[in-house]
C-alpha cells in the first residue's frame, strides 16, 4: 500500500509512472504490503483463473519467491525501473520488504526502483 501522496502520469523513463505530490525524507517508508490493499498469489492457483486475468496479475504483480507473487491494489504497478532508483527495499523486513525512500525526494520526483534488485530473480541473482 502506497504511504505518500502520488499520482500517475506520463513517465520520461517508460510509458507511465508513479510521482509523488508531497515530500518525502531519505529512509521514510512510501511503500508496505498491506493485505487489505494488496495481494498475495499462491504462482500454482493462476492455474485455475482465466488466461486474460493471470496474464495481468503476472505482468502487474511481483514474483516474491518461487511459490508466490504480490499484486499492489494501488498505483504502485507503475513504479518504473532505474539504474538509480529513487527507492530501495528496507533489509530489515524479512518476509515483504518495504519500500523506502533512497535518498530526500521532492514533489514532482518519480518513484523508481532498481528491478533487478527488487524482484525475486535478482534477490536470487545479484548484481
Known sequence: MLLVRCEVRPS???G???FLLEPVKAGA???SYENRVDRLYRVASLAVLPAHV???IRH???QLNADDLVLCGDDAR???HADEPTTRED???VFIRDTV???DLAVGDELTEDYRLTTWEGRKNPL
Open 29 to 31: 517508508v512510501v511503500w
Open 101 to 103: 525512500a533512497a535518498r
Open 60 to 62: 502487474y504483480g511481483y
Open 16 to 18: 507511465l509512472g508513479l
Open 54 to 56: 493471470a496474464d495481468r
Open 78 to 80: 507503475f513504479i518504473n
Open 91 to 93: 533489509e530489515s523486513m
Open 12 to 14: 520520461p523513463l517508460h
